[in-house]
């Protein structure tokens, strides 16, 4: 019996009991394609600047597998074990390649990798055309994912990085300290302790693509789903690229209000922020928990979400009325 030919026609039928939606065409191939596009759209990656990667499900990798190497690759030691995401596939992008040409161009300036059983080795199998290769930062993204997905009950699947020149520059006039920047950011504008009320993680400036960037990030991912890298960007995560990209969205715009506030005010801290207490009413009203260790100790006792059935606390319970009668027809609705 010839079993290479027992096996390769095997495959074929594989490849042919699945959807023919290529790997390209997938839902979330062309999601982190879109993001990639439109952070070069806002400027946020000069040249071949910024990277990003997403954690395929069980379903999704199943789906690809008959597009994967026919021929496997060799297997690649990581910078670390991370047993989390054993056995599980990353669609990262590619060292070098361009933002502005991952929507166009997704199987060369994209790929999908495979980490072994161990969490410890990963290898190529999809994309990466021309003989490409994962960002250079893979140990960080890898290491990322699996700090993510154990902080989220593992609904984390996107790392995303930018060099937004608002973030950059934040650090420039703010230390790299987590408190100072969430304290900075919070008090800009009403959306950010929606946001990220857990605050916004910061590691001071190191190596690209070095181990010790990856570690120091991690410790900050633990607790933030948003990290700021100083003198060199941003890392947002979330369950989605929209999440992903709509976090980092509202942080570059937070930095951006943060620095026109400090110009209109002569270089000073601005006048007139959101103070402790505003931020407190704020959480409330919207119903989020913000991270204690960023307000200051004479903030107001944060209030803690009230429950669908139940009246917030600020507000007063309304009595039930004396009669079941029905209201008169000629009545109008409140406000109209």
């Given at each position: 019996?010839?079993?290479?030919?027992?096996?390769d026609?095997?495959?074929?039928?594989?490849?042919g009991?699945?959807s023919?939606?290529a790997?390209?065409?997938?839902g979330?191939?062309?999601?982190?394609?879109r993001?990639?596009d439109?952070?070069?759209?806002?400027?946020?990656h000069?040249?071949?600047?910024?990277n990003?990667?997403y954690?395929?499900?069980?379903?999704?990798?199943?789906?690809?597998?008959?597009?994967?190497?026919e021929?496997?690759?060799p297997?690649?030691?990581?910078d670390?074990?991370?047993?989390?995401l054993?056995g599980?596939c990353l669609?990262?992008?590619a060292?070098?390649?361009?933002?502005?040409n991952?929507?166009?161009?997704?199987s060369?300036a994209?790929?999908?990798?495979?980490l072994d059983?161990?969490?410890?080795?990963?290898r190529?199998?999809?994309?990466?055309?021309?003989?490409?290769r994962?960002?250079?930062?893979?140990a960080?993204?890898?290491i990322?994912?699996?700090v993510?997905?154990?902080?989220?009950?593992?609904?984390?699947?996107?790392?995303y990085?930018?060099h937004?020149?608002?973030v950059?520059?934040?650090?420039?006039?703010l230390?790299?300290?987590?408190?100072?920047?969430?304290?900075?950011?919070?008090k800009t504008m009403t959306?950010?302790?929606?946001?990220?009320?857990?605050?916004?993680?910061?590691?001071?400036?190191?190596?690209?693509g070095?181990?010790?960037l990856?570690d120091?990030?991690?410790?900050?991912?633990?607790d933030h789903?948003?990290?700021?890298?100083?003198?060199?960007g941003?890392?947002?995560?979330?369950?989605?690229?929209?999440?992903a990209?709509?976090?980092a969205?509202?942080?570059v715009?937070a930095a951006?209000?943060y620095?026109?506030?400090r110009?209109?005010?002569?270089?000073?801290?601005?006048?007139?922020?959101?103070?402790?207490?505003?931020?407190v009413?704020?959480?409330?009203g919207?119903?989020?928990?913000?991270?204690?260790?960023?307000?200051?100790?004479?903030?107001?006792?944060?209030?803690?979400?009230?429950?669908?059935?139940?009246p917030a606390?600020s507000?007063?319970?309304?009595?039930?009325?004396?009669?079941a009668?029905p209201t008169?027809?000629?009545s109008?609705?409140?406000g109209?």
């Amino acid at each position: 019996m010839d079993v290479k030919n027992l096996f390769d026609q095997g495959v074929s039928k594989a490849r042919g009991a699945v959807s023919s939606v290529a790997v390209e065409q997938r839902g979330f191939v062309r999601a982190l394609a879109r993001m990639c596009d439109d952070g070069w759209r806002a400027g946020w990656h000069e040249r071949n600047g910024g990277n990003a990667s997403y954690r395929l499900t069980a379903e999704e990798a199943q789906a690809c597998r008959p597009y994967f190497h026919e021929e496997p690759r060799p297997w690649e030691p990581l910078d670390a074990a991370v047993p989390a995401l054993a056995g599980e596939c990353l669609l990262v992008t590619a060292a070098g390649s361009y933002f502005r040409n991952v929507k166009d161009d997704p199987s060369r300036a994209l790929g999908i990798i495979e980490l072994d059983l161990s969490g410890a080795f990963w290898r190529p199998v999809w994309g990466f055309e021309g003989g490409g290769r994962p960002t250079s930062e893979l140990a960080a993204h890898v290491i990322l994912h699996g700090v993510r997905k154990e902080a989220t009950a593992a609904a984390s699947r996107v790392v995303y990085h930018c060099h937004p020149v608002e973030v950059i520059a934040l650090t420039f006039a703010l230390p790299p300290d987590a408190r100072a920047l969430t304290r900075a950011l919070w008090k800009t504008m009403t959306e950010c302790i929606m946001v990220f009320p857990e605050g916004v993680g910061a590691v001071p400036t190191a190596v690209p693509g070095s181990r010790s960037l990856a570690d120091l990030t991690a410790a900050a991912a633990r607790d933030h789903a948003a990290v700021v890298w100083a003198h060199h960007g941003l890392l947002a995560t979330g369950a989605t690229c929209d999440d992903a990209f709509g976090l980092a969205s509202v942080l570059v715009k937070a930095a951006a209000i943060y620095r026109d506030a400090r110009v209109l005010s002569g270089g000073a801290e601005p006048a007139y922020p959101l103070t402790d207490a505003d931020l407190v009413l704020l959480a409330g009203g919207l119903g989020v928990t913000p991270n204690p260790a960023y307000l200051s100790a004479d903030a107001p006792e944060p209030v803690a979400p009230a429950s669908a059935d139940e009246p917030a606390a600020s507000e007063p319970a309304v009595p039930e009325p004396a009669s079941a009668e029905p209201t008169s027809s000629t009545s109008q609705p409140e406000g109209e």
